[in-house]
């Protein structure tokens, strides 16, 4: 039985330069813009009526500054929250990738691999580690709601895990920054409770 089973509360973290830019942010540690860090003020507020048992952090601070902005409680680190590594594609826009490799697209072509800080990964090694974390934050989710704050793409492919999904159906699930999506359970089945919601729509 899945009685009184809490829900993921998967946050994307708020607004970068890069972010606003386009640029693809794996590894780079991008700070958040103004406007970044008012919207995870925001996601805080949004979720103040909720019992948040842990959350897991991705180790950028981006994710990091914006779990403590939101006042999320009992953070934790979890290094398989990082963003996709986009090898040598890390900082470019998909116009520019697109001018290397005509008709690029991440989830068919994937990336090329970079430097010693940037080697990249594939789609299914992102899944792997996606279900390295729901592996982690599973047994607390018995108890309540359980926040992850972390980036798009590995959100993504984390939430196509949690459906039973290969991890390139990750693709079907846009996601903004500073947005705030739910995982949960109908008859005992993983679904998608809501999506990309701004902070101010969630209730």
Known sequence: MMLNMGELILIRHGETEWSRSGQHTGRTDVPLTAAGRAAAVR???ALADRTIVATFSSPASRATETAKLAELPGQRIDPNLQEWDYGGYEGLTTPEIGR???GWYLWRDGVIAG?????????EQVGARADAALADVTPFVAQGDVALVA???LLRVLSARWLRLAPAAGRFFKLDTGT??????????????RWNVPPDGLG
């Open 43 to 45: 996601l805080g507020r």
């Open 100 to 102: 290397r490799q005509m």
């Open 115 to 123: 430097d010693a800080e940037h080697p990249g990964e594939t789609v």
């Open 151 to 153: 980036h798009g793409h």
């Open 180 to 193: 705030l999506s739910l995982l949960g359970f109908e008859h005992e089945e993983p679904v998608i409770s």
